[in-house]
């Protein structure tokens, strides 16, 4: 069974290139506030962006990351700052009136959102990528990490040029990413646990959180996306035998934490994997450590289709085609 989520995913490099070439972003100014906005996977590029800002800039620059409903309704916002509000087709409630409410305060404003977005409430609009096909997000939210990091990159010099050659070399890594074999037998032995757990360090962390959301939108699964030490400060004690578990492994120095949760986790009874650069049970192609984000869901998303084509879910429908959820959802304006 093939899925429209399968053509996104391997539409991502392609995508990702064709953004590169086509891109012309606004110069942001460093002094001037940042806040980057969204919801769902838009709000995880989010936390993305503000994690690149922060690292590229030394700490000097400190971005705040808030969900468009918060923007929308009651967040401060004054003339001097510098909105980033993050949506794939431009067409939902919140963001576009947290852009609204943005310009209104003489904030600085720009949308980064679809091809086939509507006319966006901005100064500046970034387009990315044509609408999706599926409703588990996969393309979409690879674009808009390369436009946010076209911006971020504006405003952190040396290291954000650096940083940028880095982004341009990703739709390679997800070309060869994704040319090895599917996780089928990873995917059979995931099937039915719940709930998932998934952990990764630093900006895998964000990482885990967005692999999360997919899992649930195509699975019909619960997933939970956590940071690696806040995963042994008191979740264990709800680990159990019948859960799964995806780690992402870290290239850098992590005080020796992620071999203590992949131990602790199996002691419990969890069906355990790992995801990294290296030998892992879910391997992607080596890249610069905060480019990561771009590379590292690919084969996340890779399994959530896997286990959607095993337990017959619609990750393109994300359960809408069934009663009761598509009254339930469809009652939900987004």
Not at 50 to 61: C, D, F, H, K, Q
Not at 280 to 308: G, M, N
Request: charged share 20%; glycine share 6%.
């Amino acid at each position: 069974m093939d899925f429209a989520l399968d053509k996104q995913i391997v539409s991502q490099a392609a995508a990702i290139r064709s953004l590169v070439a086509r891109i012309s972003s606004p110069t942001l100014d460093s002094e001037r506030p940042f806040i980057f906005s969204g919801i769902g996977t838009s709000l995880h590029a989010c936390r993305v962006a503000a994690y690149w800002l922060y690292e590229l800039s030394a700490g000097r620059i400190r971005a705040s990351v808030l969900n468009a409903h918060e923007l929308a309704l009651s967040a401060p916002i004054s003339s001097q700052d510098q909105v980033i509000v993050v949506s794939h087709r431009g067409t939902k409630r919140f963001p576009r009136e947290a852009l609204t409410r943005a310009r209104q305060a003489g904030a600085l404003t720009i949308a980064i959102t679809g091809l086939d977005a509507p006319v966006q409430d901005a100064d500046f609009t970034i387009q990315t990528c044509p609408g999706e096909l599926s409703g588990t997000h996969t393309v979409s939210y690879t674009t808009a990490l390369t436009a946010l990091a076209h911006l971020v990159a504006s405003v952190t010099g040396e290291a954000g040029r650096h940083f940028l050659s880095a982004i341009h070399s990703v739709p390679d890594a997800i070309e060869s990413t994704l040319a090895q074999p599917a996780p089928r037998a990873i995917a059979e032995n995931l099937v039915n646990r719940e709930p998932i757990l998934l952990a990764g360090m630093g900006i895998d962390a964000i990482t885990a959180v967005e692999a999360a959301l997919k899992i649930k939108e195509g699975t019909y699964q619960w997933a939970e996306g956590i940071e690696t030490e806040n995963a042994l400060h008191g979740p264990p004690a709800a680990i159990r035998a019948g859960m799964g578990a995806v780690v992402i492994t870290p290239t850098w120095e992590d005080g020796g934490r992620t071999q203590v949760l992949l131990t602790s986790l199996k002691d419990l009874g969890a069906k355990v994997y790992t995801c990294g650069s290296g030998q892992e049970d879910l391997s992607f192609t080596a890249v610069e450590r905060l480019a990561r984000p771009l590379v590292a869901i690919i084969p996340l998303q890779r399994l959530t289709a896997e286990i959607a084509r095993i337990k017959h879910s619609n990750p393109d429908e994300i359960h809408r085609d069934v009663e009761p959820w598509n009254i339930v959802m469809g009652n939900i304006i987004l």
